[in-house]
């Protein structure tokens, strides 16, 4: 078997050679493009979840340091003044007169209520006090203690005229004041006093704090019409503080 030959340039027309032709490749033949190299480009959600979870994390982180940094000023302040809380009692509570109506109630309390700072070193400055006063656990009458300040070691004496008239009240509030008020030992009352206060240590001050005290044990009779004020019972009566901390709706 021979070898072929195949001459590499063609003779032309002129005496010249032609320059050599090759076969057309693949893409060519199909008219294809010549295409890029893919270069995936880097994903815009993955870098606005990347910031998210960075921002997150230290707000998270500012938000611990920031609660170490107050307990740590708690711990310090209660180590040098070692704070005890104010004490309540109702020392004296008389009814005037509790009636109801078709829609709603009518009342007269006086209250004395004395509250007693039992701190060497603190002084408490209390705002403007609410006052309820709940019959069966329905608010039967409303009143106010002004702001005072309460001085170290020391007793101060609060008193206040409650009243309420015909205050509106629900079909379910007024049939169970209505059934408090047969019963045959008095009307079970209650005292709630709503307030806010700061202690004063030398030159330290705290932010006001939300606090709430409740007397309970409380019974009166209703007086007849026309007659004196009902001096109600107070020896069993237990009055309990409780701080309130508001955070955004929350109250704790």
Same mark, same amino acid.
């Given at each position: ?84 809380? %104010?004490?309540? &009692?109702?020392?004296?509570?008389? *009814? ?7 829609? #709603? !109630?009518?009342? $007269? ?58 205050? %509106?009240?629900? &079909?379910?509030?007024?049939?169970? *004041? ?7 030992? #008095? !009307?079970?009352? $209650? ?62």
């Amino acid at each position: 078997m021979t070898d072929r030959v195949f001459p590499s340039a063609k003779p032309t027309a002129n005496g010249g050679t032609a320059t050599p032709t090759f076969p057309a490749t693949k893409a060519q033949l199909y008219g294809a493009t010549t295409r890029s190299a893919y270069r995936p480009q880097p994903s815009r959600r993955r870098h606005r979840r990347g910031c998210c979870c960075r921002c997150c994390l230290w707000t998270t982180v500012a938000f611990l340091v920031l609660l170490l940094l107050i307990a740590a000023a708690a711990a310090i302040f209660y180590a040098l003044y070692r704070p005890q809380r %104010p004490s309540f &009692s109702v020392t004296s509570f008389r *009814l005037a007169y509790l009636n109801t109506t078709s829609s #709603g !109630v009518s009342s $007269k309390f006086n209250l004395t209520v004395t509250a007693r700072n039992p701190n060497k070193k603190v002084v408490y400055i209390y705002s403007p006090t609410s006052i309820s006063v709940l019959a069966s656990d329905v608010d039967v009458g409303d009143g106010k203690f002004p702001a005072f300040v309460h001085g170290k070691r020391n007793s101060t004496v609060l008193r206040s005229s409650i009243t309420s008239n015909n205050q %509106p009240l629900d &079909s379910d509030s007024l049939s169970k *004041l209505k059934s408090a008020l047969k019963g045959k030992n #008095g !009307v079970p009352l $209650k005292v709630k006093l709503d307030t806010k206060v700061k202690m004063k240590a030398g030159g330290l001050k705290t932010p006001r704090i939300g606090i709430r005290v409740t007397c309970d044990g409380i019974r009166a009779t209703v007086p007849a019409a026309g007659k004196a004020p009902a001096v109600a019972s107070t020896a069993n009566v237990k009055c309990k503080v409780d701080t309130r901390i508001k955070i955004w709706k929350w109250t704790f």
